[in-house]
């Protein structure tokens, strides 16, 4: 029994993926989308078999049971009983300081998550359902959860304090957690591989670029600062997010535009970013497509993009005191080559010796190395694989 179903929940979407840890190899993944809203609708993918269909989700019970009902379905299925199922890892985005790893589910770790709702009022909910939907379709099966936070609770006191009254922290928990932590901690693992050396002689600086975006500080394969914060709107600027802000600017805002709390979250998490920058699209190949056009505010906001991920990149580095290798992963990472060409143009005094020629028409989807050999620090493309290290956490903790 080596089969591990991966399941992450959002509020109204539910995506999942069987895998089969003897050869790490994905048997059927798929997309429950619109759950309780108009039109639901889910896919399922499984080898050459692909379906997708309108189906009656009114929450995600229903969607684990069009789940589980393709995965063991006789035809089309890729399992014959559910039992063939050895467990189930869910992602979970917050953690808090409560957990530094993946655990497993029981009505204690249940209890935890719930407490954490007021810190990931949108996300942590989602987890409790999707935990709940499995629960009561697979009763005997155990879970886990792998949170996004736990990676980054290795960070010192002078990585996630704020500049605040010690008591905000103490009461109110505010403090930086980071996110992403997931694909942090698999591509700086892959990097090590890919030098073939122990990662707990690395300084690692990696860049998670996607629809929301994060870097991250790896120091002997323990995360020890990164971008985002108490929430994820800190950091670079991203797809819908403003990133880093003077905090001024939000009361000021506010006033001008006559926002209340929800408006001005809103504005800064959906509204801003790439997408009220360049004024086209929240999407990185809209604003590259509109640049190379000649729309020059598109061109801007690119540039003022990749410039504060550069900062990052410097920043990290001071910080560890050395640096080894940069990665570039997630949607944005892996494939914009002009977005990664701005971030290491000039870095020949960190000892980033890149190949911008190289690098513009670097093969996708592969682990590559975007420096010239030789170089004392190299710079990579790692795709990413959150979903691989839930369920490799999963089955450590419970499928052997
Ligand atoms: P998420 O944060 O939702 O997991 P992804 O990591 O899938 O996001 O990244 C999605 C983003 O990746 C898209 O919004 C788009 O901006 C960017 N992207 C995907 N493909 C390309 C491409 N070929 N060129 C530039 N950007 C791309």
């Known amino acids: 029994m080596s089969k591990v179903l991966v399941i992450n929940a959002g509020s109204s979407s539910l995506k999942y993926q069987l895998i089969d840890m003897t050869d790490r190899s994905v048997l059927a993944k798929g997309l429950a989308e619109r759950i309780g809203i108009d039109s639901p609708k889910i896919s399922y993918k ?203 600017i939000v009361s000021y805002l506010a006033a001008k535009k006559g926002f209340g709390f929800k408006e001005i979250d809103n504005y800064l998490n959906k509204k801003s970013g790439i997408l009220g920058l360049s004024g086209i699209s929240s999407d990185f190949r809209d604003v590259e497509a509109a640049a190379i056009a000649g729309d020059e505010r598109a061109n801007t906001a690119r540039a003022t993009c990749a410039y504060g991920i550069k900062k990052y990149v410097g920043a990290y580095a001071a910080a560890m005191g050395g640096l080894d290798a940069v990665v570039f992963t997630a949607g944005v990472g892996e494939n914009d080559p002009y977005i990664r060409g701005l971030v290491c143009k000039n870095l020949q005094f960190l000892g980033i010796d890149f190949d911008a020629e190289f690098n513009m028409k670097a093969p996708r989807g592969q682990e590559i190395c975007l420096t010239r050999p030789g170089s004392k620090v190299s710079a990579w493309v790692i795709p990413t694989d959150e979903e691989m290290v839930i369920a490799q956490d999963t089955y450590d903790l419970c499928g052997k």
């Open 46 to 248: 499984a080898g050459e078999t692909k379906v997708e269909k309108d189906a009656d989700m009114k929450n995600h019970d229903d969607a684990i049971g069009f789940v589980l009902g393709f995965l063991t379905d006789p035809e089309i299925g890729v399992v014959k009983g559910m039992d063939e199922i050895v467990a189930v890892g869910h992602r979970a985005v917050h953690g808090g300081e409560k957990f530094n790893k993946s655990a497993i589910i029981t009505e204690e770790v249940m209890d935890t998550i719930e407490s954490l709702i007021e810190l990931a009022p949108l996300h942590n909910p989602a987890v409790i359902m999707g935990i709940r939907a499995c629960q009561k379709a697979m009763p005997t099966t155990p879970m886990v959860t792998v949170f996004d936070t736990a990676f980054h609770q290795t960070m010192p006191p002078i990585a996630y304090l704020y500049g605040l009254p010690y008591e905000d922290y103490q009461e109110y928990a505010i403090r930086r957690y980071g996110f992403h932590g997931t694909s942090h901690r698999y591509v700086s693992a892959r990097v090590a591989a890919q030098l073939g050396r122990p990662i707990e002689e690395l300084k690692i600086v990696t860049c998670h670029l996607g629809n929301g975006s994060s870097i991250c500080a790896v120091d002997g394969g323990k995360s020890v600062d990164t971008s985002m914060g108490f929430t994820p709107l800190e950091g670079v600027i991203m797809g819908t997010r403003s990133g880093n802000l003077d905090p001024a």
